[in-house]
Nanobody, 124 residues
Framework: QVQLVESGGGLVQAGGSLRLSCAAS????????MGWFRQAPGKEREFVVT????????YYADSVKGRFTISRDNAKNTVYLQMNSLKPEDTAVYYC?????????????????WGQGTQVTVSS
């Protein structure tokens, strides 16, 4: 079992930056692939970015490529999402997710463990 707690959301103006954190419980964090997803009101949850267990592989949605950066610190059981050049369309609840595995994963259905989400609002 893995428990995930996101933090770092908030209100920011367009063009600004935020850094989200996702703290995980459990001793096996280093064996888990991690992902960030987001869900805007009235829309389905969508993939943002994923990182493999050792941080060697990442994959970004086209909509955030070049603006967002995922990283992880296995010693701290934490994954981060640095979000730069934020746009109003980035407004959503952001969720981190975890699953055991040796690669990265991009589908909502591939992740059994989820955090409660953190709100990110970007004003124009």
């Amino acid at each position: 079992q893995v428990q995930l707690v996101e933090s770092g959301g908030g209100l920011v103006q367009a063009g600004g930056s935020l850094r989200l954190s996702c703290a995980a419980s459990g001793r096996t964090f280093s064996s888990y692939a991690m992902g960030w997803f987001r869900q805007a009101p009235g829309k389905e949850r969508e993939f943002v970015v994923t990182i493999s267990w050792n941080g060697a592989s990442t994959y970004y949605a086209d909509s955030v490529k070049g603006r967002f950066t995922i990283s992880r610190d296995n010693a701290k059981n934490t994954v981060y999402l640095q979000m730069n050049s934020l746009k109003p369309e980035d407004t959503a609840v952001y969720y981190c997710a975890a699953r055991a595995g040796s690669r990265y994963y991009i589908s909502v259905n591939e992740y059994p463990y989820w955090g409660q989400g953190t709100q990110v609002t970007v004003s124009s």
